[in-house]
């Protein structure tokens, strides 16, 4: 497991590329159907997506993206051992069918577990963009991830 | 629509119920192929599945699973506008397959717009549990939700 992502090469401002992932509206329809059937997911033609100028992809659609596009960009290739949870996902403007979803998962702060030292937390900073530039969405959350050398290692934050 | 949820239904401290929701393993395993394609997601067998006990949901299935009951229970039955983003989700203990969620939304905090005064925002609290009432999760956001009469009514939060 050593050419595997750890703890260690998780360096504060590290980034890593995204996607880009087309997005169609087929699987917009079927994620609305199973976990999201609001009008404005399910059917464009309706007057709620009619309002907000088409069919527009469930927020928890974006997430699910997000987190394929990371499994497969470092997450799968990581000593990754998931998350307790989120801090924060901001939704800032709707993914279509067609586009064209990017992002770049910045790691922000992070400190060894005091409890569990042989594996820490470090923080994903995620922006998501479409094919125009336009940031769609937001994300931000702790990842647990384990230390290659829990004993040889030392960071500032832990003590 | 009269008879839709509008912002002024959602009074602070009301309670909706969701649930409950029975999970298989075929569910668990097909989210995971598709957004969360991680070890413990997909393969109850594998070394990482083991060292937790055995096969785990996504904690964002488990967030798709939360829309999906709270659709249900009461969002498709409002005057919902969607949601700016979510402001925490705590994933506290694995979602098995064979588990059964169930869950509570408590309306928090809420306020009317002051750039659109015809929709407010509603804090909805969720808890989410396990058929043994063990917390599985729970996530906080602010919805968006049209009021029925914008012209007669008011607010202290909204001055």
Redesign the interface.
């Known amino acids: 497991m050593s050419h595997m992502l750890a703890y260690e090469d998780f360096t504060v401002g590290r980034q890593f590329q995204l996607g880009p992932r087309r997005v169609t509206t087929e699987e917009i329809i079927a994620?609305a159907e199973?976990?999201?059937?609001?009008p404005?997911h399910l059917d464009g033609d309706s007057e709620q997506a009619r309002q907000t100028g088409g069919l527009i992809a469930?927020?928890?659609h974006i997430?699910?993206?997000f987190?394929?596009m990371a499994?497969e960009a470092f997450?799968?290739n990581s000593l990754?051992d998931?998350?307790?949870?989120?801090?924060?996902?901001?939704?800032m403007k709707p993914l279509r069918p067609r586009d064209t979803l990017s992002g770049v998962v910045t790691v922000g702060e992070r400190r060894v577990s005091r409890s569990r030292p042989s594996r820490g937390f470090v923080q994903f900073e995620t922006n998501l963009t479409n094919q125009s530039g336009e940031t769609i969405?937001s994300l931000r959350y702790p990842a647990m991830v384990r230390l290659r050398n829990p004993e040889n290692f030392s960071d500032d934050a832990a003590s």
């Open positions: 994620f199973e976990f999201d059937p609001q404005f469930s927020g928890w997430c699910g993206l987190m394929a499994c997450i799968n990754s998931g998350a307790p949870g989120v801090e924060e996902v901001r939704w969405a």
